[in-house]
């Protein structure tokens, strides 16, 4: 869970230290084109989803383990 928090961390920095050189703090344009904006628009949303689908895939299986302790998952 530490390294889920570190990598949280780091993606915010990251990405508010782009988003602002990107962007253009002062004059509001994009000026990369817009298929570099449709990446920039898809990585951040994936970077943004994909912790939190992790942290629930996580729940999930530690749910499981504790409420079915005995029962071993088999994908034959």
Do not use: Q
Request: net charge neutral; with cysteine.
């Amino acid at each position: 869970m530490l390294y889920l928090a570190i990598a949280d961390l780091c993606v915010g920095i990251v990405f508010g230290f782009c988003e602002g050189i990107f962007y253009g703090i002062l004059r509001g344009d994009w000026f990369l084109g817009d298929v570099i904006c449709c990446i920039w628009h898809y990585s951040t949303f994936v970077v943004l989803i994909v912790p939190n689908n992790l942290l629930i895939g996580m729940s999930v299986d530690r749910y499981l383990a504790v409420r079915y302790p005995l029962l071993r998952m088999s994908f034959k």
